[in-house]
């Protein structure tokens, strides 16, 4: 998005960029010691904070030009207590930790990451499938416990295993990760059927078809979800959607924990609705220590860590200093609306 269409007011007007007050509000997830902020100190005076409790925002935004932040909110009442805040930089696709509103009355440019892990978001999606249809994480543990030394047999399993080819994947979100899981589910044998509020018909192939909601509920074996989280699609794991699946329907989500009701799964994976589930994402992170979910068999959980990869970490650093360069320069790119 060009500056000519967004009411900002550009930092480098206000003062030398040498001089500008940049802070990072919660370095540490994307930079936890293996990558360096360098580049970073070119731009202005930096100060870098591995996290930020939310009392703590205002006295160490304070001053500051630009802002830096991953998962920290930045609410429209904080906003307005930043007069000097100018830029904020989420270091993330998703950008519902700003008040974008608040952003844009006060002339504030918000810009995001889209497409640092499209890769490794698609390829987590894929690690928890494939650990659902072959246990390997189980299995090698039960041979290091002697299960396979004291077998009568060549070979055992504990859990049922699943072949992938000719079973059907539902996407609900056709975006640049969904395309990529598309990609990765062809290459394994499987059926598509996708939901997208913008389907794209070049898209379409003897593998590949869109459908209404409820179609792909009703005919997927496998549910991945890879849509963005706004209202419409708020909870759109439910127990009514649930109802519709077929019974031992798998479900993967890779993208925010918002988007399943988790009560509503969990009844789903007891009674067995629900044969098993993928997530890499719940909907408050870190979760409770009695989140319904964290004591079922069926429901392997990572901690949000598919968009972590180093490779993808480098991009994602790449791009947010591309992102600031940008603006100082007067042409804002990646600007969210």
Known sequence: MSGKFFNFRLVSNLKDP??????VLDGYTLNPGDLGWDG????GEVSIHDRTPPDQVISRAAGCEVLLTNKT???GDSLRKLPALRYIGVLATGYNVVDVRTARELGIVVTNIPSYGTQSVAQMAFAHLLEICHHIGAHSEAVKQGE?????DFCFWNYPLIELADKTIGIIGMGRIGREVAGIARAFGMKIIATDPDPKPELINENLRYATLDELLEQSDVISLHCPLV???????NRKTISRMKDGVILINTSRGQLIVEEDLAEALK????????????QTEPPPDNHPLLNLPNCTITPHIAWAPREARI????????????YLEGNPVNVVS
């Open 18 to 23: 040498g001089t500008l007050k940049i802070a």
């Open 40 to 43: 970073l100190d070119s731009f």
């Open 73 to 75: 909110q930045l609410s």
């Open 148 to 152: 396979w030394s004291k077998n009568g």
């Open 231 to 237: 209202e419409s699609t708020k909870g759109i794991i």
């Open 271 to 282: 009674s067995g609705k629900v044969a098993a589930a993928g997530l890499d994402v719940l």
């Open 315 to 326: 991009r994602l650093m790449g791009i947010a200093m591309d992102n600031l360069r940008s």
